[in-house]
């Protein structure tokens, strides 16, 4: 089974594009599947998220506000794909 890291963001957000580009770098030697979620697109994911933003979930679990810890991240996709 393929883990699901999910990337809460929204445009414009500095943050969001480096935890992106972290997220790309990771892919290419972990294989999960990346799902983006902006959240302005309903009233209630902005009010949950905008002060945290960018938060990174994996398997549903949210791990990470604002950066991602990239060693424990791929620690835990190791770990995922021994399953």
Not at 1 to 16: D, F, S
Not at 36 to 57: C, F, G, K, M, N
């Amino acid at each position: 089974m393929i883990p699901e890291v999910t990337l809460y963001q929204r445009a414009g957000c500095h943050l969001c594009e480096i935890a992106l580009a972290q997220l790309s770098e990771i892919k290419r030697v972990h294989d999960f599947e990346l799902t983006q979620v902006d959240i302005e697109s309903s009233d209630e994911l902005h009010a949950l998220y905008l002060e945290r933003i960018p938060v990174i979930a994996l398997g549903g679990v949210e791990l990470y506000d604002f950066e991602i810890d990239r060693a424990d991240l791929e620690s835990r996709l190791s770990a995922a794909a021994a399953r």
